[in-house]
């Protein structure tokens, strides 16, 4: 990757997946146990997830380099970000008038329930929208990845996408959304070199899909 430092380590890896598998589990726990509201705990969940990978990368070695975050490199990010974000939107948008021409219900690739509720919709997209992003690009991206990149490049798309994938609700059907998104924003890291790519596509691709969710 470009301005990689040098590879996550084993250390780096096993604290971080150990914290965010402590909080998820303490989520789930307490979930069972009082009425709270679901969606608020969510984002502070993963609000805590990202503060102790980035947490972990700080103390074991020293900045933030290792997972894409050097300071250098932030602002270019977002730029790069949003030219990524740009050219996948115009590719999605004639891929799915394609689709649609040929008689597919693109509709249910961004079925996607949302809050009746103002409050609860502004929440909603606070947490699935950018919270949500962020924490799952610092862990998927930044350490998954940047684990797995030492041994390949298809291999670290591969691993990451795949635990990308089942971080997420199984359905019935194929999770193409998840599928694309999460090789796309591997690409994106690894050509760019800046966890600020893949983050700003994530962040943009969720607020349109639930932008394309509510006008439908």
Do not use: C
């Amino acid at each position: 990757m470009k301005g990689e430092k040098g590879a996550i380590t084993t250390r780096v890896l096993v604290l971080s997946v150990a914290a965010v598998v402590a909080l998820e589990a303490g989520f789930l726990a307490v979930m069972s146990l009082v009425s709270a509201d679901g969606i608020l705990f969510f984002g502070l969940i993963r609000l805590l997830q990202a503060a102790a990978v980035i947490g972990v990368a700080v103390m074991l070695d020293g900045d933030l380099s290792a997972i894409g975050l050097q300071k250098h490199t932030l602002f270019p990010g977002l730029k790069k970000g949003l030219l990524w974000s740009a050219g996948f939107g115009f590719a999605a948008l004639v891929v799915l008038g394609l689709l649609y021409m040929a008689g597919f219900d693109v509709r249910s690739i961004f079925h996607t329930r949302m809050p009746a509720s103002r409050a609860d919709l502004v929440l909603f997209l606070m947490v699935g929208g950018v919270v949500g992003p962020v924490a799952e690009e610092v862990f998927f991206r930044g350490i998954l990845y940047g684990f797995f990149r030492r041994w390949g490049v298809i291999l670290a798309i591969l691993v990451s996408t795949g635990f990308f994938l089942m971080a997420h609700p199984l359905r019935s059907s194929f999770p193409v959304t998840q599928f694309v998104g999460g090789v796309l924003f591997a690409v994106a890291y690894e050509l760019e070199g800046s966890l600020m790519v893949p983050i700003l596509i994530h962040v943009l691709g969720n607020l349109g899909i639930f932008a394309v969710s509510m006008a439908i």
